[in-house]
């Protein structure tokens, strides 16, 4: 596997590399702000640098590049496999559609024999996660693993991005599938939450927008936590997500806020919240999330056994973003003090992640994670 990165920031590319892959190159990963993405000369450039390459990514709210994070650049990650195949499929959806399907007709575009892994990069504002997620495993071989996420749109959230092949558009999902005997993968999530106050039964909800807790307005109790953080609301809540689940001998699963409905005195969260389950409110310090960082990373080395991973796909919540401020690169070191200096690193910061907890887990969507995605080919 030959991998080069190259980075847009300020006006100009990094002088590190070059677009020496060109035509050996099967596919190209761009992740980026919604401006650089829009920005039709800058994406031509890299598609006519990598003219057979399936070139796809999504916008952001905040790019990892190396070791480092940025904001308002792209991140170009090109790369030649030697022996895998990669394949790509999109959907597009309008506001009636449900998320399932749209997972399930991805998965079976795909679907093949020898299909290993598959990335998906999804609208971040339109997309139920949980639902899109449960449509790609139910029509996937239980051999084959979902990761990746959500798209961003920093913290403003007003609209979201994919990318694929020159089409750039919201209400849509892209995936990749990697096929052959020689694609090595390995994945892990975790957060870094800890949960407190009481937990409360959902006692009204439908799909991902939560009306009531244990009979009361979802947004006014929100709000009477958050205290002077309220009148920042929907980006104000990704420092307070929500721990879901079903039954108590179940694992919770954190939801984040996409947006509010003073109106109906609604909250909208990235994925479901099923009624009759119960909800508790999390907080979280720096030295958890790192934690949480470290042991999602040390899960993805041990699903590539003793095989070193080449390329590491970083995608972390926007929410864990806002409260480490300028010491988001640290979670960053802490997966590289785990994986070492060999993989190239990219990624960006979502409004949901997508991916097994482990190995031995079911693919869902969480918020508030660091997930990692590593990729080597055996020799």
């Not at 104000?236 to 689940?245: A, D, E, H």
């Not at 070193?308 to 796909?313: G, M, P, Q, R």
């Not at 929410?319 to 690169?329: A, C, E, S, V, W």
């Not at 949901?352 to 080919?377: D, R, W, Y």
């Amino acid at each position: 596997m030959k991998i080069q990165q190259r980075c847009w920031m300020r006006g100009a590319w990094d002088s590190k590399a070059d677009w020496s892959l060109g035509k050996s190159a099967q596919l190209v990963l761009a992740f980026g702000s919604g401006q650089m993405l829009c920005d039709k000369q800058l994406t031509e450039e890299i598609r006519k640098a990598h003219p057979t390459a399936q070139m796809i990514g999504c916008s952001t709210a905040g790019e990892i590049c190396g070791g480092s994070v940025n904001d308002d650049s792209l991140v170009v990650t090109a790369i030649a496999f030697q022996q895998t195949k990669v394949k790509v499929a999109q959907a597009h959806f309008g506001e009636s559609t449900h998320s399932f399907p749209v997972g399930q007709k991805l998965a079976a575009e795909l679907a093949a024999d020898d299909l290993v892994h598959v990335l998906v990069f999804s609208d971040g504002l339109n997309v139920n996660g949980s639902e899109l997620a449960k449509g790609l495993s139910s029509a996937l071989a239980t051999n084959v693993a979902v990761t990746g996420g959500m798209s961003g749109d920093g913290s403003k959230f007003q609209r979201t991005f994919t990318y694929c092949n020159g089409e750039l558009g919201d209400h849509v999902v892209v995936a990749v599938g990697l096929y052959g005997s020689s694609i090595r993968a390995g994945y892990g999530s975790l957060g870094g939450w800890d949960p407190f106050g009481p937990e409360r039964i959902i006692t009204r909800s439908v799909g991902n927008v939560l009306y009531e807790l244990d009979g009361e307005s979802a947004l006014a109790l929100y709000k009477r936590y958050l205290g002077p953080y309220a009148a920042d609301l929907p980006a104000s809540g990704l420092r307070f997500p929500l721990s879901i689940r079903a039954s108590l001998s179940d694992t919770p699963v954190v939801r984040t806020i996409l947006g509010i409905d003073e109106q109906q005195q609604s909250m909208t969260f990235a994925g479901d919240i099923p009624q009759g389950s119960y909800a508790r409110l999390m907080r979280s310090s720096f030295e958890h999330l790192i934690t949480g960082a470290t042991t999602a990373a040390t899960r993805s080395q041990e699903g590539l056994g003793s095989d070193s991973a080449e390329l590491a796909i970083l995608i972390s919540c926007v929410g864990r973003k806002l409260i480490m401020q300028q010491r988001t690169d640290e979670e960053v070191d802490a997966v590289r003090a785990v994986l070492g200096t060999r993989p190239v690193f990219t990624g960006f910061y979502s409004y949901g992640e997508i991916s097994p907890f482990e190995a031995s887990a079911k693919c869902e969507l969480h918020n508030q994670t660091m997930s990692v995605t590593v990729l080597c080919e055996a020799a």
